[in-house]
């Protein structure tokens, strides 16, 4: 009877010390997004007023000038987890950016979602406030690639580009 119970807490021991890890994935859209009941898109002057309101996002595109590893307290807790700080010199922008220089977080890999960035090399950005940190974060499900198909779709979204000097 001791062995059983040994062995039942032995398994029982081993199935809950195994924690479940999660590989970082992105949601795939499939097919066209359509508004709810076919309401209208919005007019070109709910989206300005959208725009100069909105303080959640920040799209633009940028260089990387500046990554530093750093800690950022964890949501709902006082722990302090590992992140990428990234300085970025802003060279257009949509949404969300205020000066020519602007920071963004990031995970620092392996597994929780962090964008390689290299110093130097020119990005598309598309940052959102942390619930519970309010610093703009990026992840890999955010498009990062420069192009014209990107340019095009803000642009149409959100008005021309507009250029720091």
């Not at 795939?28 to 725009?51: H, L, M, Q, T």
């Not at 987890?81 to 602007?102: F, N, S």
Request: glycine share 10%; with cysteine; proline share 5%.
């Amino acid at each position: 009877m001791k062995k059983l119970v040994l062995m039942v807490l032995v398994l029982a021991l081993f199935t809950l010390a195994g924690r479940s890890v999660s590989a970082c994935s992105c949601g795939d859209v499939k097919g066209p997004i359509v508004f709810k009941d076919n309401a209208p898109a919005p007019d070109s002057e709910a989206v300005k007023k959208w725009r100069l309101e909105q303080t959640d996002f920040a799209f633009f595109i940028g260089s990387v000038v500046k990554i530093e590893k750093v800690k950022v307290k964890s949501a709902g807790s006082d722990d302090r987890v590992p992140m990428k700080r990234v300085t970025v010199r802003v060279e257009k922008y949509w949404l969300g950016v205020k000066t020519p220089e602007i920071v963004i977080y990031t995970g620092v890999g392996g597994g929780d979602c962090g964008v390689p960035y290299v110093k130097g090399k020119q990005y598309f950005f598309g940052a959102s406030r942390g619930h519970a940190s309010g610093l703009l974060e990026t992840d890999i499900c955010s498009p990062s690639a420069v192009t014209d198909k990107t340019t095009n779709d803000f642009n149409e979204v959100f008005g021309s580009v507009t250029e720091f000097p």
